[in-house]
């Protein structure tokens, strides 16, 4: 599974980079770098939609975890979509038909236990992942859920086995979409859903590298959080307020 990544292009490298014609007004939300994006977050996202019968390439913001159009209340545990089902189960299908888009990401992180030297007992270790060079452009879908409050707008990441080579680290992974074909993945005229599962790619030369535990605690940030550690035993800082 992904459950934490790291998004650090500005708006002007996706319009450049994905030829966006309309952002959002509320882009300005999640422009800024961001390196621990946690479920719930809004993420910046490249979609099309309908507007006079053509469709328009959009960049917005949608929050991290599904919420289906029948759900009664938004939650955050649909943060990811297994490709192998995506296209059958109820919570999925309808956007996996009409409603994919594309989760610009630089990295994202996962977790094995692992006793450092030295220490009494195992810790959760993080590991982040990314392509030597270049955007790691993660499937995704949305969804539109309507509440009290109006409408909300929410995105899942497609995931699928890990390769051998990174099956140590987690046994799921997101899945990319070539750049050949970010047009018929993002065209919601293209209404079969196995088809367009079709085109998505296991992504073949990430990398993982051990990171810093303070990725751990929700809303801490910075370009640190990526950086390399070595094999001893790290003092966390405490967050404030704990």
């Avoid at 030829?19 to 999640?30: G, L, P, R, Y």
């Avoid at 949608?62 to 919570?91: C, D, F, H, Q, Y």
């Avoid at 599962?197 to 605690?217: F, G, Q, Y």
Wanted: overall charge negative; glycine content about 6%.
């Amino acid at each position: 599974m992904c459950g934490r990544y790291a998004a650090t292009a500005n708006p002007d490298e996706l319009i450049e980079e994905f030829d966006i014609s309309v952002i959002e007004d509320d882009m300005a939300a999640v422009a800024s770098p961001r390196y621990n994006i946690a479920p719930t977050d809004d993420v910046p996202a490249v979609l099309e939609r309908l507007t006079d019968g053509a469709p328009v390439r959009k960049l917005v913001p949608l929050r991290w975890g599904l919420v289906p159009s029948w759900s009664k209340a938004p939650g955050s545990g649909m943060i990811n979509a297994r490709v192998e089902t995506v296209a059958e189960k109820p919570a999925y299908r309808r956007a996996a038909a009409a409603r994919r888009c594309l989760l610009p990401a630089l990295g994202y992180y996962e977790w094995r236990s692992e006793t450092p030297p030295g220490a009494p007992k195992p810790v959760k270790q993080p590991y982040f992942l990314r392509r030597p060079a270049g955007l790691f452009v993660m499937a995704g879908l949305y969804e539109f859920w309507r509440g009290p409050e109006g409408w909300l707008a929410s995105t899942t990441i497609v995931t699928t086995e890990a390769t051998d080579e990174l099956g140590w680290v987690h046994d799921r992974m997101p899945m990319t979409v070539p750049r050949e074909s970010w047009g018929d993945w993002l065209d919601p005229s293209f209404t079969d859903a196995a088809a367009a599962v079709a085109l998505l790619e296991v992504p073949a030369d990430l990398a993982p590298v051990k990171v810093s535990r303070a990725v751990n605690t929700v809303g801490t940030d910075g370009p640190q959080l990526i950086e390399p550690v070595d094999e001893e035993p790290e003092e966390i800082p405490v967050p404030p307020g704990e």
